[in-house]
């Protein structure tokens, strides 16, 4: 491979993940770790990255995200899959709040279907998916429009979340970790999706493969508190996402798969909606995590159902006069 193909496949895999180890550029356009922050070094001098140790990160490092145009054409097939299966756990009369976020819009798509279904979000795209579901509430948080990804943040926004109670929360991010669970490269959003882990009974995140092993730079949701990861299946030579997976079932974090299967023509076909493969939790989940501003223990969550009737529908409709 030629030293400006090498160096083009370098810049897409950091516009992608946000950040990539120097390991991992050294597998995919295999060459060698010196090789590769030799292009490293030639990219941040014509200013399209920036050096990290062990790394390499988008310019400005890890504060800066890709806007959601950018965002919206990454691993579509891998989000509609997830999005579907994602669908599945969502019954009928719940009450949830959903994040912002490419993947969580086309899950909101699919949640239109579901009659008596209340959706918390501080997301304007999902919002508007939702906007014609005559069987679906809708409830926005209030905060602050923030451009790059259409969503409610600040001060406004978490306010309007406190005291809300719903049975779960389907949450997306730049990166996810077995060691430090959902990140995000903004502040703004990561203080909000803390507030939205508050609210909720059980916490489900949605993420593709490409985000397994990548970290970003503000925590959002830690590993103990991640009920279930909604995700796809990794390519055979994807080591480090296959790693993660296992490392976060390890943890107690329940992993439902979704991907493609071959038809007998040999065309690859998505899986259709409800198909998954849960992968067993090895143990109890640890009890009490480090804390931060809107963080609680796991085991203060209380179920949905467990709640006096209308309690849920109370708090909503509370949270709407606010």
């Excluded at 998954?276 to 009490?288: L, S």
């Amino acid at each position: 491979m030629f030293a400006a193909e090498r160096r083009q496949l370098i810049l897409e895999m950091v516009r992608a993940n946000g950040a990539v180890s120097l390991r991992e550029l050294a597998r995919v356009v295999q060459t060698s770790e010196v090789t590769v922050r030799r292009d490293v070094r030639a990219l941040e001098a014509e200013g399209l990255l920036d050096r990290r140790h062990g790394g390499a990160v988008l310019p400005g490092g890890f504060t800066r995200e890709s806007g959601f145009p950018q965002k919206s054409h990454l691993a579509t097939a891998e989000k509609t899959a997830i999005a579907d299966l994602a669908a599945s756990f969502v019954e009928e009369g719940e009450a949830i709040v959903v994040g912002a976020g490419t993947t969580t819009q086309e899950l909101a798509r699919r949640l239109a279907r579901v009659p008596g279904l209340t959706v918390v979000t501080n997301s304007l795209l999902v919002a508007q998916a939702l906007a014609h579901a005559n069987r679906v509430e809708v409830v926005m948080t209030g905060g602050t429009l923030r451009g790059s990804n259409y969503a409610l943040v600040g001060s406004g926004a978490e306010q309007s979340l406190q005291g809300l109670r719903v049975s779960r929360a389907f949450l997306s991010g730049s990166g996810l970790t077995a060691e430090r669970g959902l990140s995000t490269s903004n502040m703004l959003s990561a203080s909000v999706d803390r507030a939205l882990v508050q609210a909720a009974a059980e916490v489900v995140v949605l993420a593709d493969h490409t985000k397994l092993g990548t970290d970003t730079m503000f925590q959002t949701v830690p590993t103990d508190f991640i009920t279930r990861l909604v995700t796809d299946e990794p390519p055979a030579h994807d080591d480090r996402a296959a790693t993660e997976l296992q490392a976060l079932a390890d943890q107690g974090v329940q992993i439902a798969v979704t991907g493609a299967s071959e038809n007998p023509g040999g065309d690859q076909v998505p899986a259709r909606r409800g198909q998954r493969r849960d992968v067993p939790v090895p143990g109890p989940r640890r009890g009490q995590v480090p804390g931060g501003p809107g963080l609680r223990t796991a085991g203060s969550a209380t179920a949905l159902g467990e709640q006096a009737p209308g309690a849920e529908r109370a708090r909503v409709a509370d949270l709407r006069r606010r």
